[in-house]
């Protein structure tokens, strides 16, 4: 299980990352547009417009940058296997459930490692819990031998 929680982990900063660098393009691209709107004015009796485009880039980024920060910090709280991050990530994987498609499918495994008893003690421990792998099948006897002909005497 710690595997899977690293996993999660891993997989929660690359969505993060994913998601604030979607707001970095937005503030880029519409900075860009308000820039390139200014510079192209001949009459700025009426400037409002590239002020209005770069206010709406500038809360785009905003809003995307703050929705990757707790993707990226409950990422790192799993894998550092802090006792906080598994509320969070919980909270986090109920949000990813609404991204379709990779986001619901990133929030169905983190409820599922997050939800396992085997996730609580590990994470409440903060990782110092050992959990040992399953034990194997144990290997079948071998048929007891039987005679290839009859003993002596029968």
């Avoid at 296997?81 to 990813?96: A, T």
């Amino acid at each position: 299980m710690r595997e899977h929680i690293r996993i999660l982990g891993i997989l929660n900063i690359i969505m993060g990352c994913l998601t604030a660098a979607i707001g970095i393009v937005a503030l880029i691209v519409m900075g860009s547009v308000a820039g390139f709107l200014s510079a192209s004015q001949a009459d700025y009796s009426n400037g409002m417009a590239p002020s209005v485009i770069a206010a709406i880039g500038l809360a785009a980024a905003v809003f995307f940058l703050a929705l990757a920060a707790p993707s990226i910090i409950g990422g790192w709280g799993l894998l550092k296997f802090k006792p906080w991050s598994r509320i969070l990530m919980i909270i986090v994987s109920i949000f990813h459930l609404l991204h379709i498609p990779l986001g619901t499918a990133l929030g169905v495994y983190g409820l599922w490692v997050l939800f396992s008893e085997d996730a609580r003690r590990i994470l409440e421990s903060g990782g110092q819990i050992f959990m040992p792998p399953p034990a194997p099948y144990p290997a079948a006897a071998p048929p007891p031998q039987q005679p290839m002909y009859p003993p002596p005497g029968v």
